[in-house]
């Protein structure tokens, strides 16, 4: 008996069998080398699927449109576009993301209830539906579409975000895969920014959705760029079962595999959003012990990694750890300040609430690193929790300043 | 029987009749020229006192004294520095607190238990106590040194931050005078930066708490300039009574022009705090009506103001009202999508949820503008709140990516 979870080279979204997606540029984003702007992905089986959605109360059209669809905790294809959020844009929205899914469904022979939409981009206006319709029949879907999907779904992203696990568990072989976006308004509240999960396993429904949930909440919901919360967020996964196993539920070995592995790749993902945050220059991980309990951790550890004090601090590797501790004081957990002890990378910078004297020159080599990792313990119980997050940059201004201009 | 209230040309703290005040230049900022970072203001006459104070589970030093000191519900000087927060300093901290406040009291030849202490600058460093002894004797305090006062407060802030307002009821005239300052680590809860205000009304301590009170509530507690609550937080009020008037209390026609006067004087100050925000080129107004409740409109008006993709595109005038919109979504307070209207400046940009066509190049000259101010009815109930806020600059972050180096 072993279960073996390994990451698949150059793996995708398609990795799993039975995935194939694809996708063209139809003209909502600005032309550019290369620039693609809708994709499809499809699965040549029906899927067991479910999703999570944004928290914000203004909901993009799409995610309605999806979170309606996943009722029946099934689906079998998403249709996707960039450069424009679908959101805040009332009834015509609603039937614009309606009818993007009925050309899907219509190009990809399957029922348009089968059919989800996610949207991304500038809220507030509406889809160039005339561009849709001509472009959609353009998209040609295939195994090895995955890539070119998690290119279309790019906004201020500079790199695609993708990747997928193989998992063994005794003798069943099943692969997830996954692809997601960031690289703003990235915050995620019970849900996240768009990412599309596809695995061959079968799984049953009540423990897909419970394994999302709890892959979730320690990597999408575990990471900001900027504190905003998108009206966009969707995480969705489709399970076809073409690896022919028994349905995956509750308490089986191979759901432990499932839901490892889920996370593992969930968590890999979120931490490519950070460290491509619009403006990043590196990821900044930040483990909270020692708390309350494991909701104070979560909170403590977000609302360091949501400080823009602390974030410019990071950028410029300033060694102004004080910012860290301020952060953890207004974050509303329990704190006992004398109780408190601060490592920042391999350095002890406060113990037992004590400033301690350090080297300054060894601190600002650590902040200069691609990755900082920072280790608050808070000592009051066992509650503990990791977020990521990224620095702020000056470029991250000048991307948000100038977006629409 | 009139009230009349106005704003005093040059006023500052020590225009209320009894208040002097002075500062110098003790070291423990860098050296500049005309930099002071050591400041009294005193009484003449003892002062019925109040105080608000960070609601950071961090504490500074000069907070947990000031907060010990106020109990009495008096004081008669505060001595306050910047270039150091005496924040995270443990039980140094406190014993550093208490010395520059005995040092003071000396100086002054008042009682310690009079006077209160303020710092602000870096947190997790300990007060330079040899500069501030040798320092503190090079203070002469007069009733011209209001201004120097403001000047050794300011750590960030590009500009001072002072006024003063003259009041008469009836026969009765006092002035109310305050100074305050920014210019990061903005956000006040419940509480506010640094900012004494000195009035020579005799006021009851129970109406001037409350007094106090109600003019954060509308001012310092509806501001922010990047989210981030200071551990050293207060609002000083002090009254010396020299105006000669029976003590004010509630339910007066007095009370209701102090209460008017101060809160004033607190949205006037409170505003050139976040027009000097670091880095910030403009103002920006956010009043939202229509809210199920005070508090919702509150919460969603201060929502707007922090989000960061909302100050960066004010930054760059760039026409993305949506993310207006977004922030309002993500911020938990009750909303219809269909029942928003938005407008910015003279512009209508959303009726019932519609986005309106309008003339771009208008919108993009009013967000331009050094004041912006945005209205937004959700339309539900009668709740309203006016919240103050600025952009966010490339500036913001290369000053506080180099804020020690």
Redesign the interface.
Same mark, same amino acid.
């Given at each position: 008996m072993e279960v073996k979870i390994k990451f698949v080279a150059s793996g995708n979204v398609t990795s799993p069998r039975g995935f194939s997606a694809g996708a063209t540029y139809v003209g909502i984003k600005r032309k550019a080398k290369d620039v693609l702007d809708l994709g499809i992905l499809l699965s040549k089986a029906p899927c067991t699927a479910t999703g999570l959605f944004t928290? +914000?109360? =203004?909901?993009a059209a799409p995610v309605v449109l999806s979170q309606q669809r996943l009722r029946a905790g099934k689906a079998s294809a998403v249709v996707v576009n960039s450069g424009c959020?679908n959101? &805040?844009? *009332?009834a015509q929205g609603l039937t614009d993301a309606a009818e993007m899914v009925e050309l899907a469904a219509k190009k990809l022979r399957v029922s348009p209830e089968d059919v989800l939409a996610a949207s991304t981009g500038? =809220? @507030?206006?509406?889809l160039p539906m005339k561009l849709i319709k001509a472009g959609i029949k353009k998209v040609v879907v295939s195994r090895d579409g995955g890539h070119e999907l998690a290119r279309a779904m790019m906004t201020t992203d500079t790199v695609p975000k993708e990747a997928a696990v193989a998992v063994k568990v005794d003798d069943i072989k099943f692969t997830i895969g996954g692809v997601t976006k960031g690289a @703003?308004?990235i915050?995620p509240?019970l849900a996240t920014l768009l990412c599309f999960l596809t695995t061959d396993a079968a799984v049953g429904i009540d423990f897909l959705k419970f394994a999302l949930r709890k892959a979730t909440d320690v990597s999408f919901d575990m990471i900001s760029v #900027?504190? #905003?919360?998108?009206?966009s967020d969707m995480v969705i996964i489709m399970a076809n079962g073409l690896a022919g196993n028994k349905p995956i539920s509750h308490g089986s070995r191979e759901a432990d595999a499932f839901q490892q592995a889920l996370s593992q790749l969930c968590v890999y993902l979120a931490k490519c959003v950070v460290r491509d945050g619009e403006g990043a220059t590196k990821l900044v991980e930040v483990t909270v012990s020692g708390a309350l309990s494991a909701a104070e951790a979560r909170l403590a550890a977000r609302t360091i990694i949501?400080?823009?004090?602390v974030k !410019? !601090? &990071?950028?410029?590797? #300033?060694? +102004?750890? @004080?910012?860290i /501790?301020?952060?953890?004081?207004?974050s *509303? /957990?329990? =704190?006992v300040?004398?109780k408190i002890d601060l490592r920042i990378g391999n350095l002890c910078v /406060?113990k037992a @609430?004590?400033?301690l004297s350090f080297d300054k020159q060894e601190l600002?080599s650590t902040l200069r690193s691609d990755e900082v990792v920072i280790n608050l313990k808070l000592n009051l119980g066992i509650g503990a929790a990791t977020a990521w997050g990224c620095?702020?940059?000056?470029e991250?201004?000048? =991307? +948000?300043?100038?977006?629409?201009?």
């Open positions: 928290t +914000n109360r =203004i909901k959020a959101a &805040f844009t *009332g500038v =809220i @507030g206006q509406h @703003g308004m915050h509240d #900027d504190g #905003d919360t998108s009206p949501s400080s823009p004090l !410019a !601090a &990071f950028h410029g590797a #300033d060694p +102004n750890w @004080g910012r /501790v301020a952060a953890v004081g207004r *509303g /957990v329990e =704190i300040e004398s /406060v @609430g004590c400033p600002i620095d702020l940059s000056e991250y201004v000048t =991307i +948000n300043s100038q977006y629409l201009t």
